[in-house]
Nanobody
Framework: QVQLVESGGGLVQAGGSLRLSCVVSGRAFGSSAIGWHRQPPRNERQFVAAISWTGGTIDYVDPVKGRFTISRDNAKNTVYLQMTSLKPEDTAVYYC?????????????????WGQGTQVTVSS
């Protein structure tokens, strides 16, 4: 059974940083692209960033470009999301998900296994 477990969320002041981790078990980790997504309060879940299984292809949603960095350590079965210069509008539950073998990175329907989420709250 495939499992993804996020950690690293918390409360931080605007301008601060957090690093989220996503540990994947139960699947050949090196064969899956992994995406980070977030769901702000009273809003739909949205794509944030994704990384291919080789790490050679990376994509970000425009509002986080230059502030967030996605990376992966295949030896540790872990994908990270380093978030800097955080803003109150980054407040959300952050989820990692394993992508299917087909489809683009942005569409949430292309991800078939999801973690339980970790809360990030940025105070002004």
């Amino acid at each position: 059974q495939v499992q993804l477990v996020e950690s690293g969320g918390g409360l931080v002041q605007a301008g601060g940083s957090l690093r989220l981790s996503c540990v994947v078990s139960g699947r050949a980790f090196g064969s899956s692209a992994i995406g980070w997504h977030r769901q702000p309060p009273r809003n739909e879940r949205q794509f944030v960033a994704a990384i291919s299984w080789t790490g050679g292809t990376i994509d970000y949603v425009d509002p986080v470009k230059g502030r967030f960095t996605i990376s992966r350590d295949n030896a540790k079965n872990t994908v990270y999301l380093q978030m800097t210069s955080l803003k109150p509008e980054d407040t959300a539950v952050y989820y990692c998900a394993a992508k299917r073998a087909y489809g683009d990175y942005i569409s949430l329907r292309n991800y078939d296994v999801w973690g339980q989420g970790t809360q990030v709250t940025v105070s002004s």
